[in-house]
C-alpha cells in the first residue's frame, strides 16, 4: 500500500477468552470426522463461497505463514478502552445470526476471536466479519463443492501446505481463523494491497468483480460506528475500531 494515497476500498489494513465451548478445539473432532462432513453439506455453503487455488511458495514464504499459524493461541483483542469493548461488541453480536451462534457467551468469544486473529494479521475485523459472512454466512461446519472448509471457507491443502494435515482441525472455529486470515494477509502482501485483487485470490475468482464487490458490501455492514460523541467518533469513516 506504499505511495500515493489509496482509495478506502484498497485499505484492508487497520489494526494489529479462550476458545468458545461450542467452537473448542479437538472436542469436535472425537469420532465425528464423517458426521461434521455430512452436517456441513447439509448446510451448504453460500453461492460465493469459492475455493483458494494451489500455487507453489517460496520455501521462505511458506515457512514464514507457518510459523504465523503456529505462535500462541492467548486470546486478547486490542480495544482502545474498556468503553471502546463494549461499545463494539454491543454493535457486533446482534448483527450475528442467532441460528448459528444462539448462544449470547459464544458470540462475545467469537467477536473477540475474529477481532484477535484480524488484528493479529493486520486486517480490519469488519473486512473479516463480512468475508465470514459471504464465505459461509457464519456456518462453522459449512463445506463449500470445492470442499472449502468452515467459517472462512478455507482449501484443504493448505492444512497439508501450512499445518499438520488435519483437515478436520478447519472446522475449529479458531483454527480456521487464524488460517483465513494468514492466507487473506498473504494474497494481500502479494497483490502489494490491492484487496480487490486479494478477495479475488481469496475465492478463486481472480479478475471478476462479483465476489469483491460482495465482500465490499458485507464490509461496509460490520464497521463499527461509534455514538455521537463518544471517543471513538473520529474512526467511523476509516471502518476502524
Request: aromatic share 8%.
Amino acid at each position: 500500500m506504499a505511495g500515493a494515497a489509496a482509495p478506502c476500498y484498497l485499505l484492508a489494513v487497520m489494526e494489529p477468552a479462550r476458545p468458545p465451548r461450542s467452537f473448542s478445539p479437538r472436542r469436535l473432532r472425537v469420532a465425528t470426522g464423517g458426521l461434521v462432513l455430512a452436517a456441513g453439506l447439509l448446510a451448504g455453503a453460500p453461492a460465493l463461497a469459492g475455493q483458494q487455488q494451489y500455487e507453489p511458495l517460496a520455501d521462505s514464504v511458506r515457512s514464514a505463514m507457518a510459523a504465523s499459524l503456529a505462535r500462541g493461541m492467548v486470546v486478547r483483542a486490542s480495544y482502545d478502552s474498556d468503553a471502546h469493548r463494549a461499545e463494539w461488541l454491543a454493535q457486533m453480536a446482534p448483527r450475528l445470526p442467532r441460528r448459528w451462534i444462539p448462544d449470547e457467551t459464544l458470540r462475545i468469544e467469537f467477536l473477540e476471536t475474529v477481532r484477535y486473529e484480524s488484528q493479529r494479521a493486520g486486517l480490519d475485523p469488519a473486512l473479516v466479519l463480512g468475508l465470514i459472512q459471504v464465505e459461509s454466512n457464519f456456518r462453522q461446519y459449512a463445506v463449500s463443492s470445492a470442499g472449502a472448509r468452515g467459517l472462512m471457507q478455507v482449501m484443504p491443502f493448505w492444512s497439508r501446505l501450512l499445518g499438520d494435515g488435519d483437515e478436520s482441525s478447519l472446522f475449529e472455529m479458531r483454527t480456521n481463523l487464524r488460517y483465513g486470515c494468514t492466507i487473506l494477509r498473504h494474497y494481500l502482501d502479494i497483490e502489494r494491497g490491492d484487496l480487490f485483487r486479494a478477495l479475488g485470490r481469496y475465492n478463486g475468482s481472480l479478475g471478476k468483480a462479483t465476489y469483491p464487490q460482495a465482500v465490499r458490501r458485507a464490509w461496509d455492514r460490520w464497521r463499527y460506528r461509534p455514538a455521537a460523541g463518544g471517543a471513538q467518533a473520529g474512526l467511523a469513516d476509516a471502518g476502524a475500531g
